[in-house]
C-alpha cells in the first residue's frame, strides 16, 4: 500500500513538471526606450509629449503588444493592443492613444504594463512610468459684479487675474449682438503668475453684461461676469436755456420738452404746450433765474414775446410741474448726490427718492448764497440738484433730475441762461 501512494506520487509530481516546462515561455533580452510621462488630470493631456511612447527593439522579433494600465489598488486594465507593421516587428516606434484611458480615473496612477508576445511565442515585460497631477485653477478676483458706462459711454473693467502655472491670455466678450462676443485680447508673453488687469472698455450698444476669461499655459479657464444695468432714464448734457427775452430779443429757449429733450423758444412753442415741462424766467425788477411750472405761468405768460406776439396758452394745457431742491444732509439726499457723483443711478423711480418729500413747490429759484438753499432754492456748489416731477394724463408721474451747472445773469434779466445737464425717466 506504501508502495503504491509512493508511485502516484512519483508520477504525478512528473506530471506537473512537464505541464509547468510547456507553460514557462522564455525571455527574450529586449530593450525599451522611453521617458517617464505625466498625466494632467484638468486638460486630460499627456506630457511632456502629447502622447505615450517609446522605442521597442526586439531581436526575436514582435508579434502583438498589450498594454496595461496600471493603477494602485485596481487591477490592471488592458487599454490598447499593438500590432508592428512586417516592417517593424524588431525596431518599433509605438505611440499609446490617450484616448485610450482617457476617461478612465487617473487619480493612483502608476503607468503602463507592456506585455510583449514574440513571433516565437516568448514574452517580454516592461514598465513605463506615469504620474497624475493636478494643476491649480486660474483664479479672477475683485472684478466689480456692474458697470456703469460714463457719460462718454466708457467703463473701466479693473481686477486681479493670478496662476501659479502662468497666464496666457485675458478676454474681454461682451453680449451687444445677444450672445458673448469677442471684444478684445490681451496676450501674456512673460509668463506672469499675477496680472493687474485694467481695460477701458466702451459701451456697445444693447450690451447688458460683460465676460472676463483669463486663460494659463495649460489651457484653464477662470471667468468672471460683470452687468451692465440698462438705464431707465434718458441723459441730456450742457443744455442751455434763456430766460423769458424781449420783443426784440425773443427767448431762443425758454421751454423744456423732458419726452424728447427739446428746448423751444417763444417763437415756436406755440402748440407745443401740453407736451411742456418746465419754464426759464428772470424778472426785470428782481433778477432772480426761476424755473417754473407751466400751470403756474398764467401772470408771466405775457413775457414771452415773438416781436409783437405774445405767447397766450390754453391753461388746460399746461402741466402742473413740481420741483424741489434737494439740500445735502440727510442720509437719503446724500445717497442720491452719491449715486449721482458716482455715475451709479440706473432708475429714477419714486423708489430711487425714498425718505425724500415729494416736489411741491411750483418755482425753483436761484440763489448763489449757499445759506439761502431751500427747498425751492438752488445754487451751483451745495445744493444742485433739483428733483423736478412732471404729472401724466393718466394720473402718473414722470420723475427728472437735474443737475444745475452754470447761471449768468444778464445786464438785461429776460436775456439771463442757465446751463445744466438733465435725466427724464423713460
Not at 171 to 198: C, H, M, P, R
Not at 244 to 253: E, I, L, Q
Not at 274 to 286: A, E, H, I, P
Request: glycine share 6%; net charge neutral.
Amino acid at each position: 500500500m506504501k508502495n503504491t501512494f509512493l508511485t502516484i506520487a512519483l508520477l504525478t509530481g512528473i506530471l506537473l513538471q512537464g505541464c509547468k516546462k510547456d507553460k514557462t515561455t522564455g525571455s527574450s533580452p529586449d530593450a525599451l526606450s522611453t521617458k517617464d510621462f505625466s498625466y494632467n488630470m484638468a486638460t486630460k493631456q499627456i506630457s511632456p509629449d502629447t502622447e505615450i511612447n517609446g522605442e521597442l527593439k526586439s531581436p526575436a522579433g514582435i508579434k502583438l503588444i498589450y498594454y496595461y494600465l496600471v493603477r494602485n489598488n485596481v487591477p490592471d486594465s488592458l487599454i490598447y493592443i499593438g500590432t508592428p507593421s512586417a516592417e517593424s516587428r524588431n525596431d518599433h516606434k509605438f505611440n499609446v492613444p490617450t484616448l485610450s484611458f482617457g476617461n478612465a480615473k487617473m487619480t493612483m496612477v502608476s503607468g503602463i504594463k507592456l506585455m510583449v508576445k514574440h513571433l516565437d511565442n516568448t514574452s517580454f515585460e516592461s514598465f513605463i512610468k506615469v504620474t497624475a497631477f493636478t494643476p491649480p485653477l486660474p483664479k479672477l478676483e475683485n472684478t466689480p459684479l456692474s458697470l456703469l458706462p460714463d457719460n462718454n459711454g466708457k467703463m473701466s473693467i479693473t481686477g486681479k487675474a493670478s496662476s501659479e502655472n502662468g497666464l496666457k491670455l485675458i478676454e474681454i466678450y461682451d453680449d451687444y449682438e445677444g450672445t458673448f462676443a469677442l471684444v478684445s485680447k490681451i496676450d501674456l508673453t512673460q509668463n506672469e503668475k499675477v496680472y493687474a488687469l485694467n481695460y477701458e472698455y466702451t459701451y456697445r450698444k444693447n450690451a447688458g453684461k460683460l465676460k472676463v476669461v483669463a486663460t494659463d499655459n495649460f489651457g484653464l479657464k477662470a471667468e468672471a461676469t460683470i452687468t451692465i444695468p440698462l438705464r431707465a432714464y434718458t441723459l441730456y448734457q450742457d443744455l442751455s436755456m434763456m430766460a423769458n427775452g424781449t420783443a426784440s430779443t425773443p427767448s431762443s429757449g425758454s421751454f423744456f420738452i423732458g419726452e424728447s429733450g427739446t428746448i423751444l423758444g417763444s417763437c415756436n412753442i406755440s402748440g407745443q404746450e401740453q407736451k411742456l415741462d418746465f419754464v426759464t424766467y428772470c424778472s426785470s425788477t428782481t433778477p432772480v433765474f426761476t424755473l417754473y411750472s407751466p400751470g403756474n405761468t398764467t401772470t408771466i405768460a405775457k413775457n414771452y414775446k415773438c416781436a409783437a406776439l405774445i405767447w397766450e396758452p390754453n391753461v388746460a394745457d399746461l402741466k402742473a410741474t413740481r420741483f424741489r431742491v434737494l439740500i445735502p444732509g440727510t442720509a437719503a439726499t446724500d445717497k442720491i448726490y452719491a449715486a449721482y457723483t458716482g455715475d451709479t443711478i440706473t432708475e429714477l423711480d419714486d423708489k430711487f427718492f425714498e425718505g425724500i418729500l415729494v416736489p411741491g413747490s411750483s418755482t425753483a429759484k436761484f440763489d448763489a448764497i449757499v445759506a439761502n438753499q431751500a427747498a425751492n432754492t438752488f445754487n451751483l456748489s451745495t445744493a444742485y440738484l433739483i428733483w423736478i416731477r412732471v404729472p401724466k394724463a393718466d394720473g402718473s408721474f414722470v420723475n427728472q433730475l437735474m443737475r444745475a451747472k452754470e447761471v449768468t445773469i444778464g445786464s438785461t434779466p429776460a436775456l439771463s441762461t442757465m446751463k445744466f445737464d438733465i435725466l427724464v425717466s423713460k
